[in-house]
């Protein structure tokens, strides 16, 4: 069955550092790859999508990259800030359905 | 601009009763969706509109989920009779052209609570 990973355990990272996202999947070919932040008891707020025939996007602070041979997404936020912290979700889409499958997510916390 | 805007933010019904969902998209975006999230669970795709039309469904649970969009604007999704397992926090989200720039605009969520 297809299926997203991400890291399970919190990341805790000191501030100013570079936090490093995975997110992995298996039994898929997805047309695009998305990141997103969720804050407690808010929605998801897109943060950045990557195409299968891109190797890296950049987004002010952001970086995604995307490695279809490995099956594997990472998301990259240098200089991290304690505002940085939240559950950061990652989600395939299929390209022809436009539904997304979703990670579990993994959450970020930046200690000032 | 205001984002998408979903109603209630919270509702707690018991078991066999009715709830109805509400999502007000972002103005002018055709593409609608709801999405799930059961706690410990990843969030789920639930249905897709296009405009009035229903696009994709084929993550409905079952027949006691009805969702909903009349004239292309309003979405509203319906549960009933209601579960325990319906638990959880639905979402809905919106996007103009979505191949364009792939961006999902999400409301806050309504969680529903069956006890």
């Known amino acids: 069955s297809q299926k997203i990973e991400q890291n399970s355990e919190a990341l805790n990272i000191q501030e100013g550092k570079t936090a490093t996202l995975t997110c992995n999947y298996t039994?898929?070919?997805?047309?695009?790859l998305q990141w997103y932040r969720q804050d407690p008891g808010r929605g998801p707020v897109f943060l950045l999508l990557i195409r299968e025939n891109e190797k890296e996007k950049r987004k002010e602070r952001l970086k995604v990259t995307f490695d279809t041979t490995l099956k594997q997404s990472l998301f990259h936020i240098t200089a991290s800030q304690p505002a940085d912290s939240a559950t950061y979700l990652c989600?395939?889409?299929?390209?022809?359905?436009?539904?997304?499958?979703w990670g579990l997510g993994t959450s970020l916390a930046v200690n000032p | 601009e205001a984002g998408v805007t979903q109603f209630p933010s919270h509702s707690v019904i018991e078991k066999g009763q009715t709830v109805t969902l509400r999502c007000d998209p972002i103005?002018?975006?055709?593409?609608l969706y709801w999405y799930r999230r059961v706690m410990g669970k990843e969030i789920k795709f639930l249905l897709h509109f296009v405009k009035e039309s229903k696009q994709d469904e084929s993550g409905m649970p079952n027949n006691r989920f009805l969702a909903e969009r009349t004239g292309g604007t309003y979405s509203t999704l319906k549960v009933q009779p209601a579960e325990l397992e319906d638990s959880g926090v639905y979402f809905c989200?919106?996007?103009?052209?979505?191949?364009?720039?792939?961006?999902?605009?999400f409301g806050e969520g309504s969680r529903l609570t069956v006890l």
């Open positions: 989200a919106s996007s103009q052209d979505y191949r364009a720039t792939g961006e999902l605009f």
């Open positions: 039994n898929y070919s997805p047309a695009y």
């Open positions: 989600a395939l889409d299929a390209g022809n359905n436009r539904k997304l499958i």
């Open positions: 103005s002018g975006h055709d593409n």
